[in-house]
Nanobody
Framework: QVQLVESGGGLVQAGGSLRLSCTASGRTSIIDYMGWFRQAPGKERELLANIRMTGPSTYYADSVKGRFTISRNNAKNAVDLQMNSLKPEDTAVYYC????????????WGQGTQVTVSS
């Protein structure tokens, strides 16, 4: 029903910045909000941020608060994650995900994009 594609990952030095983008296609009208996750080797999946597609509400994990910013572009059915002051511990595969209206579960997931932060 919904397909998500991430882009923008890559290699960056510590202290640098990257901007990730997630575009949704299919039945995008059913999306309530979208979020960004990451998973590093040996670590559990971590919710970083989410944003409602029909309002201004946002959430940030403590680990990224003040460094990462999530934004939406409803016309493009997209969400971005601006990542500043990157640290080596930010290295992970980053995923976007979407929640359907009327649920509280992330039912739709992108394929992931690798972010590597070097010292």
């Amino acid at each position: 029903q919904v397909q998500l594609v991430e882009s923008g990952g890559g290699l960056v030095q510590a202290g640098g910045s990257l901007r990730l983008s997630c575009t949704a296609s299919g039945r995008t009208s059913i999306i309530d909000y979208m979020g960004w996750f990451r998973q590093a080797p040996g670590k559990e999946r971590e919710l970083l941020a989410n944003i409602r597609m029909t309002g201004p509400s946002t959430y940030y994990a403590d680990s990224v608060k003040g460094r990462f910013t999530i934004s939406r572009n409803n016309a493009k059915n997209a969400v971005d994650l601006q990542m500043n002051s990157l640290k080596p511990e930010d290295t992970a595969v980053y995923y976007c995900a979407a929640v359907r209206t009327g649920t509280s579960l992330y039912d739709y997931w992108g394929q992931g994009t690798q972010v590597t932060v070097s010292s």
